[in-house]
């Protein structure tokens, strides 16, 4: 039974009573690829989601079992600059498309669970890479598939998969784009977990449930250390990790995980 529930440009929005987002890319006969104005309703998404105090979790997957996400929907003549765009325009258009839907899921104050079947490529491998916790299918593969059609690796994707992987590796998949089975992404750690094509969805929403059952502002703020963890420095990681302990400190979760620790029962957490 869903409190909500919304669709738009083939991007479906349920949000449940268990407090999870389950955010499902339905677009199957162009490959789940994303049309500009499919990306924006995935960003507008994730903003909602972030933004609902109702909503403790994210899950984002996908319809069919042939692809996740293809990315970008390309023709022979989208890769074209029309002849009145100015020096700057692509650059802005990437800022406002790709990389907003990325920093969308990055900046997402819930965490963001993928359940991943098929192939994710080239933007929509961006879209795995910027989840929490993704759990794949032992079926599916990732491809930065962007060389392929000799196109400079965007929707982040420089940046999370040196983050991730390192620097030699991320070179060897940006510049090879051979695809990534399910087996050496676990290995590589750019998944958490690998599964029987089966078992995906149900995997994945047992994780989703147990975070949105957790104690959501301290799940925020560990998102947030986590996502600055390799580019600050030791003085100013503690600094930052400090302050968040104090908002922390603040609220009805830790008293209640104080207290729940004390009678020996399990805790209760609201989400505030």
């Known amino acids: 039974m869903w409190e909500m529930a919304e669709e738009q440009q083939g991007i479906r929005v349920d949000v449940g009573s268990d407090g999870v987002c389950r955010i499902t890319i339905d677009r199957p006969n162009v490959g789940n690829s994303l049309s500009p104005c499919a990306r924006d309703a995935l960003t507008a998404a994730f903003d909602s989601a972030s ?18 996400c293809s ?61 929490d916790l993704v759990i794949m299918s032992m079926e599916a593969t990732l491809v930065e598939a962007f060389v392929h059609r000799g196109i400079l690796p965007d929707s982040g994707a420089i940046h999370l998969l040196t983050r991730i992987v390192g620097l030699r590796k991320a070179t060897e998949l940006l510049m090879l784009g051979e695809p990534v089975d399910a087996a050496t992404c676990e290995r590589l750690s750019l998944v958490n977990r690998v599964v029987a094509p089966e078992e ?14 957790g104690p959501t502002v301290m799940l ?53």
């Open 51 to 68: 933004d609902d105090p109702s909503v403790r979790a994210v899950l984002l997957r996908a319809t069919g079992e042939r692809h996740f």
């Open 71 to 131: 990315g970008a929907g390309l023709s022979p003549h989208s890769a074209q600059p029309p002849a009145d765009k100015r020096p700057g325009d692509i650059a802005r258009m990437l800022q406002k498309g790709w990389q907003r839907l990325v920093s969308s899921i990055l900046e997402c104050d819930k965490p963001v669970v993928a359940a991943v079947k098929g192939t994710a490529a080239g933007a929509g491998g961006s879209l795995v890479l910027a989840c």
């Open 200 to 213: 995906t969805d149900a995997v994945a929403e047992e994780l989703a449930g147990r975070l949105a059952a």
């Open 220 to 272: 925020a703020l560990t998102k947030r250390l986590l996502s600055v963890s390799s580019e600050s420095g030791r003085d100013r990681a503690f600094e930052q990790e400090a302050w968040a302990q104090e908002v922390v400190s603040r609220t009805a979760d830790l008293q209640e995980g104080l207290k729940s620790f004390a009678e020996r029962r399990p805790p209760n957490f609201q989400g505030r």
